[in-house]
């Protein structure tokens, strides 16, 4: 997970105290640990501290604002305080300089002289409070009874907004939902919304979803490319990076309509006390709509901006991470107004997969709606034949299924794409990303494979969709989001994968694989 960082009390005390003094002001004699005590003699393993407050410390001795009169006001002994910032400010002895030895671990942290338990406990009781209980996670299941849906919990959600929603939304279509973006408007909240239909309804927009939004307050923006995301960002960082903290996200597979809370099998997980997801996704948001062009439906909105959100107010810990399709795509500004453009080569969401797969010992379970990304395919069908006694199994949706002969024709299909394509690396990367289906081929190589079936020939207007986008790799590591397994999802879409440890979500994981289980 990744924490806040705030700087407040620093730079008041940094103000209070001037620059501090180094290792020879006084008291420094009286230092209570030794020249070369070690905090973490048998490794950091065996120390009373989390990861997340390690972390924090590297972190926060690394914030140029912090001096050794910061320290010692927050409770660290003279001579280590002066060390640790001597060591840091490098030779010239000044913060935020070329020749900054920035720390780059606790190890680091603890190798300085005069840096022992004492001074070790001291800096984590500093950093302690940026380190609270785990974010709260739950999910909710679809299909459901509307009034256990995720769509009341979102209305129930926005209706406790105070300040800001800032939402991306691939179809939205539930009257509660919009009747509660209403009363938030007429409240004073800030909406800002990047929908997908708007880019269709721009070109007659009069009785348009969009339209009807934007006559009850709510910014309607959309971008040159597919926004497949499915988040809201609740009360989140516009102005301060303090208002993560208390903000509250919503992610998953599910759109806002009927039929993704009553109909069809789907996963929204909603997420509060994580401020490294909260600042990840204002961050997505904030990239897409700073290039994102304006739905006119005869009402002017005030282009309303977001504080950035930068890396270096972001601290890693493991237990959490997501990926953004938003880094295969460059920005510019066309004659259309601002554009993304995908860049060959990059796959950054179906990489993390290969990436999961490959690390998998004992089981991986799938459930998708498609099984069309090459990168994430060949990866399953190279496991499975290293591994024949592996647990693998995928749960895919009714329109995947192939037949033999099908497969056959799309196989010539690709190898007369490839010749024609020559020596060009984009037509090549077009003949691989026009949208192969893997289910037959998986099959036949021996992976346990099934679809949810619900008529005989598929149609979306009547289908009951398996609409998952969900992957758990050993029981213990879960990844979900609105990704579809698919070359188009990658360099055409705006998508997202968050990825959960199982062993602080352990609850989250586990009701994962019973759905899996159930389906």
Same mark, same amino acid.
């Given at each position: 997970?990744?924490?806040?960082?705030?700087?407040?009390?620093?730079?008041?005390?940094?103000?209070?105290?001037?620059?501090?003094?180094?290792?020879?002001?006084?008291?420094?004699?009286?230092?209570?640990?030794?020249?070369?005590?070690?905090?973490?003699?048998?490794?950091?393993?065996?120390?009373?501290?989390?990861?997340?407050?390690?972390?924090?410390?590297?972190?926060?001795?690394?914030?140029?604002?912090?001096?050794?009169?910061?320290?010692?006001?927050?409770?660290?002994?003279?001579?280590?305080?002066?060390?640790?910032?001597? &060591?840091? +400010?490098?030779?010239?002895?000044?913060?935020?300089?070329?020749? @900054?030895?920035?720390? /780059? !671990? #606790?190890? $680091?942290?603890?190798?300085?002289?005069?840096?022992?338990?004492?001074?070790?406990?001291?800096?984590?009781?500093?950093?302690?409070?940026?380190?609270?209980?785990?974010?709260?996670?739950?999910?909710?299941?679809?299909?459901?009874?509307?009034?256990?849906?995720?769509?009341?919990?979102?209305?129930?959600?926005?209706?406790?907004?105070?300040?800001?929603?800032?939402?991306?939304?691939?179809?939205?279509?539930?009257?509660?939902?919009?009747?509660?973006?209403?009363?938030?408007?007429?409240?004073?909240?800030?909406?800002?919304?990047?929908?997908?239909?708007?880019?269709?309804?721009?070109?007659?927009?009069?009785?348009?979803?969009?339209?009807?939004?934007?006559?009850?307050?709510?910014?309607?923006? &959309?971008? +040159?490319?597919?926004?497949?995301?499915?988040?809201?960002?609740? @009360?989140?960082?516009? /102005? !301060? #990076?303090? $208002?993560?903290?208390?903000?509250?996200?919503?992610?998953?597979?599910?759109?806002?309509?009927?039929?993704?809370?009553?109909?069809?099998?789907?996963?929204?997980?909603?997420?509060?006390?994580?401020?490294?997801?909260?600042?990840?996704?204002?961050?997505?948001?904030?990239?897409?709509?700073?290039?994102?062009?304006?739905?006119?439906?005869?009402?002017?909105?005030?282009?309303?901006?977001?504080?950035?959100?930068?890396?270096?107010?972001?601290?890693?810990?493991?237990?959490?991470?997501?990926?953004?399709?938003?880094?295969?795509?460059?920005?510019?500004?066309?004659?259309?107004?601002?554009?993304?453009?995908?860049?060959?080569?990059?796959?950054?969401?179906?990489?993390?997969?290969?990436?999961?797969?490959?690390?998998?010992?004992?089981?991986?379970?799938?459930?998708?709606?498609?099984?069309?990304?090459?990168?994430?395919? $060949?990866?399953?069908?190279?496991?499975?034949?290293?591994?024949?006694?592996?647990?693998?199994?995928?749960?895919?949706?009714?329109?995947?299924?192939?037949?033999?002969?099908?497969?056959?024709?799309?196989?010539?299909?690709?190898?007369?794409?490839?010749?024609?394509?020559?020596?060009?690396?984009?037509?090549?990367?077009?003949?691989?990303?026009?949208?192969?289906?893997?289910?037959?081929?998986?099959?036949?190589?021996?992976?346990?494979?099934?679809?949810?079936?619900?008529?005989?020939?598929?149609?979306?207007?009547?289908?009951?969709?398996?609409?998952?986008?969900?992957?758990?790799?050993?029981?213990?590591?879960?990844?979900?989001?609105?990704?579809?397994?698919?070359?188009?999802?990658?360099?055409?879409?705006?998508?997202?994968?968050?990825?959960?440890?199982?062993?602080?979500?352990?609850?989250?994981?586990?009701?994962? $694989?019973?759905?899996?289980?159930?389906?």
């Amino acid at each position: 997970m990744k924490t806040l960082r705030t700087t407040t009390l620093v730079l008041a005390a940094t103000l209070a105290l001037g620059l501090g003094c180094l290792a020879s002001c006084e008291g420094s004699e009286g230092s209570p640990d030794g020249e070369y005590d070690e905090a973490f003699p048998t490794g950091k393993a065996d120390s009373p501290y989390s990861e997340c407050e390690l972390d924090q410390v590297v972190a926060y001795l690394n914030d140029a604002s912090v001096t050794a009169g910061t320290l010692r006001a927050g409770g660290v002994h003279s001579r280590a305080a002066g060390n640790l910032i001597a &060591y840091r +400010n490098g030779p010239d002895g000044a913060a935020g300089t070329s020749d @900054d030895n920035l720390f /780059e !671990s #606790i190890e $680091e942290v603890d190798g300085v002289s005069w840096v022992g338990s004492t001074a070790m406990a001291q800096l984590v009781a500093i950093v302690k409070d940026l380190c609270g209980e785990a974010p709260s996670i739950s999910v909710i299941f679809s299909p459901q009874p509307y009034e256990s849906s995720h769509l009341v919990r979102v209305a129930q959600l926005i209706d406790g907004a105070e300040r800001s929603l800032d939402i991306a939304m691939y179809s939205m279509s539930d009257s509660g939902i919009l009747s509660a973006l209403e009363r938030a408007v007429g409240r004073g909240v800030s909406v800002r919304m990047i929908f997908e239909p708007a880019r269709e309804e721009q070109r007659s927009p009069a009785g348009t979803t969009s339209a009807r939004l934007e006559d009850k307050g709510v910014d309607v923006r &959309y971008i +040159n490319k597919i926004m497949h995301h499915k988040f809201v960002i609740v @009360d989140g960082p516009r /102005e !301060s #990076i303090d $208002e993560a903290a208390g903000a509250k996200l919503v992610t998953g597979s599910g759109n806002w309509s009927n039929g993704a809370g009553t109909k069809y099998d789907e996963n929204t997980v909603f997420i509060e006390g994580s401020a490294e997801l909260i600042l990840l996704f204002q961050q997505e948001f904030n990239l897409l709509w700073e290039n994102s062009r304006e739905f006119t439906a005869g009402r002017t909105f005030e282009f309303v901006t977001s504080m950035p959100v930068t890396p270096d107010m972001i601290v890693d810990e493991p237990s959490l991470g997501v990926v953004f399709t938003s880094a295969n795509f460059s920005t510019s500004t066309t004659s259309y107004g601002p554009t993304f453009s995908s860049v060959t080569g990059r796959n950054t969401v179906s990489d993390k997969l290969v990436e999961l797969i490959d690390a998998a010992t004992q089981s991986i379970h799938i459930a998708s709606g498609h099984l069309r990304s090459r990168p994430v395919a $060949e990866a399953l069908l190279t496991k499975a034949a290293a591994n024949p006694g592996m647990d693998i199994r995928i749960y895919l949706d009714g329109q995947e299924y192939i037949s033999q002969s099908y497969h056959e024709d799309q196989v010539r299909d690709l190898e007369a794409c490839i010749q024609a394509a020559g020596s060009s690396e984009s037509a090549l990367q077009d003949c691989y990303d026009n949208g192969f289906y893997f289910s037959y081929q998986a099959q036949a190589a021996g992976i346990p494979l099934r679809f949810k079936t619900y008529c005989y020939r598929w149609d979306a207007r009547y289908a009951l969709q398996m609409h998952h986008k969900t992957f758990i790799f050993d029981g213990k590591i879960l990844a979900s989001g609105s990704y579809n397994l698919s070359d188009n999802a990658e360099h055409e879409t705006m998508e997202n994968m968050v990825v959960y440890d199982g062993a602080v979500f352990p609850d989250l994981v586990a009701a994962f $694989e019973q759905n899996f289980a159930a389906m």
